[in-house]
């Protein structure tokens, strides 16, 4: 059970930048009130910020990647469940796998 | 305004415990991603105890991950600090768009909400404030939780070793992109608002990545972009 100085300071730094980053951007926009326009801009971040996420997540797995996320929209919007659509997501992934190595092995 | 929130914020049990409910299936997707960091953790020849504190007290995957992988001896401070920040400045402007809640809470309400708050906390309680929801509580409610199974599968990964090793690509792995696709479904608020702001923020973030430019541009150039015409198309409207 060691804890080392030099490994505990990187690790507190770490947190302390984290939790800069966190509560950072809340605390500059109370102190600022910055204009409406920002203020609508933020509203519209939430659904930019995932495809921003996403996209190139799913691009670096190709065609794979891009049926599995269909097929986890697909579970999620008509079953409203979370754990269902990240299921279906990681299923879609191994059988679309086990598929194309059977056609490459033919 | 149209997301003006009606009636007033409140911070109740009932509601961290919804966020509770509403985080257990996440843990599908974070478990198998703490226990890599877990695993290289132990690998980088950190103890248990210091993976532990870093899981805790950081409480950001993926900037831990670029932290261990960029770990030498003796343990590179600012390295460190540089990865944190570089990963996690992408949560600076969650809070801000979460302030129709969070401007009504405070003390360690507030500054607490903040310490547990990550990308599908986020996500979920952006999506709860559209539909009206009034509880911030909810937004702990889902911190805490993940908070607790991130720990968890770090401390299990590590213990493990190399025993878990997963390959690379193994699908598993797709359980984290397949929680911020499934998160995507509630924060759809229709063609006429969504559709051009997020294809320009996919598109972007794919050209970027595609130029080859690492984290976190790819999702900073495509978020504030898409969110930028979301805000010029609302206003043009008005």
Not at chain 2, 129 to 134: A, I, L
Not at chain 2, 156 to 170: D, E, F, K, N, Y
Not at chain 2, 206 to 232: D, E, S, Y
Request: overall charge positive; aromatic content about 10%.
């Amino acid at each position: 059970m060691t804890l080392r100085p030099d490994v505990l300071l990187a690790i507190i730094g770490m947190a302390v930048a984290t939790y800069l980053c966190r509560a950072g951007g809340y605390a500059l926009f109370r102190a600022l009130r910055p204009p409406r326009y920002v203020e609508v801009v933020l509203q519209h971040l939430p659904g930019p910020i995932f495809m921003a996420y996403a996209m190139p997540a799913l691009a670096a797995h190709g065609w794979k990647g891009w049926v599995a996320a269909v097929a986890v929209v697909a579970v999620q919007y008509f079953s409203r469940s979370l754990a269902a659509a990240i299921l279906i997501g990681v299923g879609a992934m191994a059988g679309l796998g086990a598929l194309e190595a059977w056609f490459l092995a033919r | 305004m149209t997301e003006e929130i009606k009636g007033p914020v409140v911070f109740t049990r009932h509601g961290v415990a919804r966020g509770i409910r509403t985080a257990l299936p996440l843990v599908i997707g974070t478990f198998p991603f703490g226990l890599v960091v877990g695993v290289i953790s132990d690998q980088k020849g950190l103890s248990w105890l210091e993976t532990l504190l870093m899981s805790a007290l950081v409480f950001a995957g993926s900037s831990q991950l670029l932290a261990l992988e960029l770990w030498s001896e003796p343990a590179p401070i600012l390295a460190a600090i540089i990865a944190a920040i570089v990963v996690n400045i992408r949560m600076a402007p969650m809070g801000a768009a979460l302030a129709p809640w969070l401007d009504k809470l405070r003390g360690v309400k507030l500054w607490g909400s903040m310490a547990f708050m990550v990308d599908h906390a986020f996500a979920l309680s952006a999506a709860e404030q559209r539909r009206g929801g009034r509880d911030a509580g909810y937004l702990l409610g889902i911190g805490v939780t993940l908070w607790c199974f991130w720990n968890i599968s770090v401390i299990l990964g590590h213990i493990l070793g190399s025993t878990v090793r997963l390959p690379a690509g193994h699908p598993l792995y797709f359980a984290a992109i397949a929680t911020f696709v499934a998160i995507l479904v509630p924060l759809w608020r229709g063609v006429r608002r969504d559709f051009w702001p997020w294809l320009l923020a996919g598109v972007l973030a794919v050209l970027a990545w595609k130029a080859g430019l690492g984290p976190p541009w790819p999702l900073l150039i495509g978020a504030f972009a898409g969110a930028a015409l979301g805000a010029w198309l609302e206003l043009r409207r008005e």
